[in-house]
């Protein structure tokens, strides 16, 4: 039999080992619940991803959006240049993404600038938010198809649940706009066309004409910026105020108002229209397959009516 001290001794050793395994048993288990708790947060939007990302998209605007260019296709920018061609800025909400219901890969001269490269078109697109389809990779298909354009490059940089304030003059998101023209006309790029997507996460009114009158006005500060940065394009408008609560009157009133020809300023695909029909969405704000396909089609036809053919 071993004297009692040292029988205690191994006594304090062994609640000490069973201490430090409890310890990092914790650890481990925190670590591994902290992980799959983000995990659901991202895919879910739970807090506290949508705080954080917030923090970090208003730090950090110029890196919001679908960055992953592995298995993009690079191209010279001036292979998408052609004889006649199509160069869009795409910005505002989700339905200027990649939050379509699938994925489109064109068959045309269809392009994707980003961070001063060209890339074939593929959804997701570069460069905007989300990881789905886009009307876009459909549109320029379409456009090349009718030989309006020989090659049609888009720009993507729409952020899903955003407001006018935020893409105006003194919003957060205003940069992204410049710094997609500068970095676009650095390569060669010159921008023949604006299309603007957004209109979901304004106020909601029926009647107020100074919620109508507030939207025009953020609007017009924010492309005489843009004007005032070298791009004289048109600007194509879409009524697109559907939210989850429906379509905002006023707001796409307020969108319709702002055509002006002798500006520039036309009005795009009507959104709203394809959110009557059930089978046109998809994740209750967007657009299914059947509504990207639609919403090409309508973009199509937008343009031609501006350009009068």
């Known amino acids: 039999m ?33 992980y799959l708790y983000g995990l659901y947060s991202h895919r879910d939007y739970l807090p506290p991803y949508p705080q954080l990302l917030a923090v970090k998209n208003r ?15 690079e191209v010279p920018c001036a292979q998408t240049t052609g004889t006649r061609p199509m160069v869009a800025l795409v910005f505002g909400q989700s339905n200027s993404g ?43 298909d379409l456009l090349v198809a009718r030989g309006r354009y020989d090659t049609v490059t888009f720009i993507p940089i729409g952020v899903g649940t955003t407001t006018i304030d935020q893409w105006t003059v003194g919003g957060y998101l205003h940069r992204r706009i410049v710094n997609a023209i500068r970095e676009s006309r650095s390569c060669g790029l010159r921008i023949t066309h604006l299309f603007w997507v957004q209109g979901g996460s ?16 953020k609007f017009m500060a924010m492309l005489d910026s843009i004007r005032a940065n070298g791009v004289d394009a048109p600007i194509f408008v879409a009524p697109a105020t559907y939210s989850h609560i429906g379509v905002n009157p006023d707001i796409h009133r307020a969108q319709l108002e702002l055509a002006d020809p002798k500006r520039g ?12 029909t059930d089978e046109n969405i998809w994740e209750l704000v967007h657009l299914s397959h059947r509504g990207l396909t639609l919403c090409a089609r309508a973009w199509l036809d937008a343009i031609l009516a501006a350009e009068g053919r």
């Open 2 to 34: 071993p004297p009692t001290g040292v029988v205690l001794s191994l006594s304090k050793w062994d609640r000490g080992v069973m201490k430090k395994i409890f310890v990092v048993i914790t650890v481990l288990l925190s670590l591994s619940a902290g």
């Open 202 to 217: 304004e106020p909601w009114s029926r009647g107020d004409a100074a919620n109508r009158d507030a939207y025009r006005r």
């Open 98 to 140: 990649n939050h379509g219901e699938t994925l489109y890969r064109p068959g045309r001269a269809v392009y994707n600038f980003f961070r001063g490269r060209c890339y074939k078109a593929e959804d997701p697109l570069l460069g905007t938010t989300g990881d789905r389809g886009s009307v876009w990779s459909r549109l320029g």
């Open 59 to 73: 730090l950090f605007p110029l890196s919001i959006g679908f960055t992953d260019t592995s298995g993009k296709t």
């Open 265 to 276: 300023i036309f009005t795009g695909a009507d959104n709203d229209i394809l959110y009557a």
